[in-house]
């Protein structure tokens, strides 16, 4: 017989090592309920990805959405500065022209503009110190400037003196923008004055005489159709119309600044820490400090740091039962091999001193059984360590459990003896097709493990049934003796690893104690249950044992 296996919480995937609890996605506080996310519960359901996904791209658009919509608010407000400078510009340009033709215009039947009157006409009706005014006659020469009737003298602060050989310090990241030449600045007035010397008035921004921007307009003067003259208004504040608008700006780049600081310090509070934490308790347990990760605060978290978080406490959790069970198969192996050893050493031993040939037969017999006992467990054993391998490498198709069940109570009835315990295979009414999803070797191994065990405790001439019927998505097989049963308290014992309780009239070392272990094993592995029960007569007697394996269907 073989030994027990916890079934409580199997693993379709896979079975932990002999002799170990099948290791399923949840070994760490098992009947713990899952906190998987689904799709419902998202807190952004509109965007793609992860939790911490959206949460990173949402935080990272939030500071590019400040800056961007605070250039779009400060380019609409100096869109509006800039109009509202040339419209005022243009309703002054407009006024002057219009009492230049008025007041100083002479000659007909061919007009003409007085330059002198026109001059202090302009002298009169220009502020010098909001824009500069400039009048041009119909052959586009300079007749009178503003700069020039201002009794001013125009200030600049100039830089702090430094040696000859000193290079002045830049720090500026980019270069600096090419200043137009004298020659480009003219040529661009010329073309404004010409423009508003063929009747259409000119405005817009150009470049000033001392490389400064300027929002200028030029309105022609008109008496009937013939154009007299030009003039120009020029207004030099736009570079303090950006400055301002930069200062403007200044708020929402410390805004978004702030908010990026915010949304890195939160990413690294919420990513980078934990999987620092992470990667720390990995290496307490590479370094055998530790059996398993255990971070419960993190585990607790419902995004996808608390998924990995508990998929790591789950991984070491499982490696750790599984060293566990190694272990203990390890000592077993040792304990049951070193029975026959022991007997085989004093067999050896006493040989040489026996004369007697009977007595020397009896213990050539001892140690040819305990050979052949030592061989039987190598070969469970070496099974038993191979099934997981075995189990992973094949892939779960559907398997025709009739099909299979008859195949191999059809072997054991081709195969046997005269005196032989027969195997009959008596499959419920309506079970002509009961497909699982499995691996066919292995769930052969169950059944024959099975039937070997009924077989091994059914009288000489005894029949061992086999039975198999379909209840609610589940696939029932019953192994049936007609032996002596088991003891009540035995009935898990026996699926213990090594255990054995030989039948009356057995060779010693007939059985290794491993079969049922391995057989309940397999059938947590593909979900199912293994379990033994006692089949009580009408006068309480008992008339056998049942092994009652339960495996769900594919498809429900």
Known sequence: MASATDTANPDPAGPGPVGSDPVGPDPVGRGRPSRKRTAGRRRFPGLPGSRLGRLILILNLLGLMILVSGALVLNELRRGLVNARIDSLTTQGELIASILNQAATVGEPTPQMDAALATELLQTLSNPRAQRARLFDSEGRLVADSEWMADEVERRVLPPARARDEQPMDFRLLPPARAPTRDQIQQALQGEVATALQGRAWAGMREGDRGRRVVSVSIPIRHVRAVLGVVTLEASDVDAIIARERAALIPFILIAVAVTLASSLLISRLVAQPVLRMARAADRVRQARARAISLPDLARRDDEVGDLTRSLEAMTQALSERMDAIEAFAADVAHEIRNPLTSLRSAVETLDLVTDPAARERLLNVLKNDVQRLDRLVTDISNASRLDAELSRDQPRAVDLRRLIADIASLYQATAKPGDVRVEFAPHKGSET?????????????????????????????????????????????????????????????????????????????????????????????????????????????????????????GG
């Open 434 to 554: 009961v497909t699982v999803m499995g691996r066919e070797g292995p769930l052969g191994q169950i059944v024959r493990n099975l039937i070997d065990n009924a077989r091994s405790f059914s009288p000489k001439d005894g029949v061992v049934t086999v039975g198999l019927v379909r209840v609610r998505g589940e696939a029932i097989v019953t192994v049936a003796d007609q032996g002596p049963g088991v003891p009540p308290e035995n009935l898990e014992t026996i699926f213990e690893r090594f255990y054995t309780s030989r039948p009356k009239g057995a060779a010693f070392g007939g059985n290794s104690g491993l079969g049922l272990s391995i057989a309940r094993q397999i059938a947590a592995a593909h979900g199912g249950t293994l379990r033994a029960e006692n089949h009580i007569g009408a006068e309480g007697r008992v008339l056998g044992a049942i092994f009652t394996l339960i495996l769900p269907v594919a």
